[in-house]
């Protein structure tokens, strides 16, 4: 078996390269020091340890021994985590989708020794096939245009670096944008919605709970019930389909089509987090118990599956896993999740067998219709085909039971078992939402230990606030890798949300700081905006502002200066995020729909501004009562804080619980009971 340099790291997609016949090179000076000396191109290939197609191209070429010769005589091979190294992503990832039109991962890339992109695309076979030219032949064809006309290639690469910097530049700063650009992107949203499917497009049909966030706060601005609608309608749909593991909790990472029924089966902390985040916003403002129950199928999947002893979150769960235990290397999509008839029935018994498959959906020859691949061939996706009736909850309850635990049996998908630290601040958020909005003590504890784990692991703090750094990944006890934007913002906004759980003040400071060093590293000064890496990390910086499976770097950080500025009446935060908006103003005006977190924030500064302080025991019946008429509103431009963690604390009258009501920068009188604090928020 070959082992290659790869072995040395922690990433669980570069250890999945370790022994490729490809003599691999993680992102090093080495690589290139060794691609200058020896008078070689690179391959860059960058992917991640879940990602199907880059398993597909590893069997086809990395594991090739003719192809790994090629790449080994003619090229310096280097391998990028993606989920580690976000912002060689965005950069590479930029370059393949400005000279391609199109982009994905696997991502194919080759640069000269100076890390200079000169030829770039997604996937390539191994032989010509599909209209796609095959790996062997492009790397024949640009060994020989390196050696042959080397010159030009360099002039090419240099080229691209102009290009790409004219590409990412921002329009003007101009004035923030008014409410109309609120309404525009509404209506955009509302000419992609499926009114009968639910989501935004056609298939294929990925989340975007940002999406979720901005319309359910229009709706709370406008009480516009279109806005509401289409989101209650896309988390139904959404819920009901295959692309909800109907039995284990936990939403899958796509459908394949319009239906939301066949997924695309890893599973991604990042979804989970965010979908969580819309379930229980959707419950708070409806009441509909619907969303609650599947908020907490999602926080049962997550406790169950993705938490590590020690707090923290895992990264994702793959798609593909062996049907067989002794065939552990024949993989597939969706074998640890699907099922044929006669599985059902010999573990439930014909009874509650064909109650559970009618249910279900539940066919003898299985129920993808159309299965080009051949990977569902006589087995069942699991969606809600047909209502529960009254009597029959518990006997479907009992039976899901029965076939979670002969799941739990079967070949495991690969888990992804890094911690991501932005990815962790997502995760507490919703978990910390969860205590707020369901009442649940196990979901603050959750949030409590994660936030833990990254003080824990993930805080380096050495004297003076220079040295404060927040680290990005910890796998196998190591932690490594300096935070990019979305680290230090989203663990921000976690530290905030779980400050409203459980009123730690420790929890209040540590987001303040991550917002210092959010300023200190990563403002644009001039221009405004958040760079999404720090100094001299790639060739150009760049100002991500897409909100997409996950949301930008840059509208978590406005978002979270934003409420710190109202939180500890800092004037920097308003005035940093303000910047950012400012600079973003163009492209919110323009292409709304791109940018709805983007959106959220500037609702937020439009918004009356409204903060509820709440002073003396914490402990007392009446302080609960309270904060239970505070959580069970949808109140988005509020803030909640104890008295003493306020700028200017306010007293508890008589020693007893009492709430102050500010709107507006005006303070209401004083009130000492839920149901005259209830008349207040009215």
């Known amino acids: 078996m070959h082992t290659n340099r790869l072995a040395r790291e922690k990433s669980p997609y570069l250890l999945q390269h370790a022994h490729n016949p490809v003599d691999w090179y993680p992102w090093s000076d080495e690589a290139f020091e060794t691609a200058a000396r020896e008078n070689k191109p690179v391959f860059l290939s960058i992917g991640y ?147 009968r499917l639910g989501g935004f497009g056609s298939a294929p049909k990925f989340p975007r709970p940002s999406v979720h966030n901005f319309l359910v706060r229009h709706y709370s601005a406008t009480k516009n019930e279109d806005a509401l609608e289409m989101v209650l309608t896309t988390l139904q749909e959404m819920e009901k389909g295959g692309m909800n593991d109907q039995i284990g909790g936990g939403f899958h990472r796509y459908s394949v089509d319009a239906h939301w029924f066949v997924p695309h089966f890893e599973k991604m902390l990042y979804d989970q987090a965010q979908l969580a985040v819309s379930y229980l916003e959707a419950f708070q403002i409806t009441r509909d118990g619907q969303y609650a129950t599947a908020a907490r199928a999602i926080f049962r999947y997550v406790l169950r599956d993705m938490t590590d002893p020690g707090g923290g979150f895992y990264s994702a769960e793959d798609a593909d896993s062996a049907a067989d ?188 700081q991550l917002a210092e060093r959010i300023i200190a590293l990563f403002e644009d000064g001039e221009n405004g905006g958040f760079f999404s890496s720090g100094a001299g990390s790639t060739l150009l910086r760049l100002k991500d502002d897409y909100d997409g499976a996950e949301p930008s770097g840059n509208s978590a950080a406005v978002m979270l200066l934003l409420r710190l500025s109202r939180m500890t009446d800092r004037a920097e935060f308003r005035a940093s995020a303000e910047r950012a908006l400012r600079a973003f103003s163009s492209r919110m005006q323009e292409a709304g729909t791109g940018l709805p977190q983007m959106l959220v924030a500037r609702s937020y500064t439009l918004a009356t501004p409204r903060e509820i302080v709440l002073a003396g025991p914490a402990d007392h019946p009446e302080m609960r009562a309270m904060l239970a008429a505070v959580r069970r509103r949808f109140m988005p431009a509020a803030v909640v804080l104890r008295s003493e963690d306020t700028p200017v604390p306010r007293p508890a009258l008589d020693g007893t619980p009492t709430a102050y009501v500010c709107e507006n920068f005006a303070c209401q009188l004083p009130v000492t009971n839920a149901a005259a604090l209830d008349d207040l928020l009215e």
């Open 49 to 195: 340890a879940t990602c199907h197609w880059c398993h597909v191209m590893e069997r086809e070429s990395f594991e090739n021994e003719d192809i790994a010769q090629v790449l080994n005589q003619h090229f310096v091979a280097v391998k990028v985590d993606r989920e580690e190294r976000p912002d060689i992503d965005r950069f590479y990832m930029l370059f393949v989708q400005a000279s391609t039109g199109s982009g994905g991962w696997p991502m194919s890339v080759w640069l000269t020794p100076d890390r200079k992109p000169f030829f770039g695309g997604t996937y390539f076979p191994p032989d010509n096939r599909w209209g796609r030219p095959g790996f062997r032949a492009v790397l024949e064809n640009l060994a020989r245009a390196w050696k042959e006309d080397r010159a030009r290639v360099e002039e090419s690469g240099a080229k691209v670096i102009e290009q790409l910097r004219e590409y990412a530049k921002l329009g003007e700063a101009a004035d923030t944008p008014g409410p109309e650009v609120l309404d525009r992107a509404y209506q955009g949203f509302r000419r992609m919605f499926d009114a």
């Open 325 to 512: 235990p002794a065939q552990l290397h024949h993989k597939s999509e969706g074998a640890f999740y699907i099922w044929t008839k006669s599985e059902i029935d010999e573990a439930l018994g014909a009874e509650d067998a064909a109650l559970f498959c009618d249910r279900y959906g539940v066919r003898e020859g299985g129920n993808v219709d159309e299965d080009p691949h051949g990977e569902f061939r006589g087995r069942n996706i699991l969606f809600q085909a047909h209502p529960i009736p009254d009597d029959a909850a518990p006997r479907l309850k009992r039976a899901a039971e029965k076939l979670l635990a002969i799941r739990a049996r079967r070949p495991r998908p690969v888990l992804d078992d890094k911690i991501l630290s932005s990815w962790n601040g997502m995760m507490i958020s919703a978990f910390a939402k969860g205590a707020q909005i369901l009442g649940d003590d196990a979901y603050a504890q959750a949030a409590r230990a994660a936030a833990d784990f990254l003080r824990r692991h993930l805080w380096v703090e050495q004297g003076d606030s220079q040295r404060q750094i927040l680290l990005r990944r910890h796998r196998e006890g190591e932690s490594a890798i300096d935070g990019f934007l979305d680290d230090y913002a989203f663990t921000g906004l976690g530290l905030l949300d779980l400050y409203e759980a459980a009123f730690d003040s420790r929890d209040l400071a540590w987001a303040t």
